[in-house]
């Protein structure tokens, strides 16, 4: 039985301060990100939430960005172990292996134009629409391409703080 968004909100609210540190550390990999969102607790609703957690996306540097960045396996690449990286890849979990090698070799081509890992909120997508969407992205500006990132973290930590407030 999963508890309802208000019951996952009120025990989230309660946690501890390590403790929700830590939850939100799951969330997203940014100290500041993670600062800003401990120092508006508690929340009246998953919505005031999810607005806190936008803003302070918002907010952060450059070197945050980066931080939140590292948190994240490259695509095709879940962190074994990892039941969260493997969920949120799971269009992977199928692709051939020509598939797969494409996806290493511009995640690898990414990283180096970029200096961090070709980040996508990847639920719900399949492997070559990821591959797909690399090929496109690595024309982009370094400006350009730190903005998307920015917009699709904030995709992943919605999708991320819906579970935790679920009680997932």
């Not at 929700?20 to 998953?46: D, F, G, K, N, T």
């Not at 803003?55 to 948190?71: C, K, N, V």
């Not at 391409?145 to 935790?164: D, F, P, Q, S």
């Amino acid at each position: 039985m999963t508890s309802s968004p208000t019951s996952g909100l009120a025990r989230f609210n309660t946690l501890v301060e390590h403790e929700a540190q830590a939850a939100l550390h799951e969330v997203c990999a940014s100290s500041a990100w993670v600062s800003r969102l401990l120092a508006r607790r508690p929340y009246a609703s998953a919505d005031e939430l999810f607005a806190a957690s936008d803003a302070a996306m918002g907010e952060l540097t450059a070197g945050d960005l980066q931080e939140a960045m590292a948190g994240h396996p490259p695509i095709g690449r879940p962190k074994p172990g990892d039941p969260t990286s493997a969920r949120e890849q799971r269009g992977m979990a199928g692709a051939s292996e020509e598939l797969k090698a494409q996806l290493l070799e511009l995640n690898l081509a990414y990283q180096e134009k970029f200096g961090h890992v070709f980040l996508i909120c990847a639920t719900g997508a399949t492997g070559e629409q990821m591959r797909d969407a690399v090929r496109l992205r690595i024309e982009n500006s370094a400006e350009r391409e730190r903005e998307i990132a920015r917009g699709e973290l904030v995709k992943i930590n919605r999708i991320r703080l819906t579970r935790l407030v679920e009680g997932e």
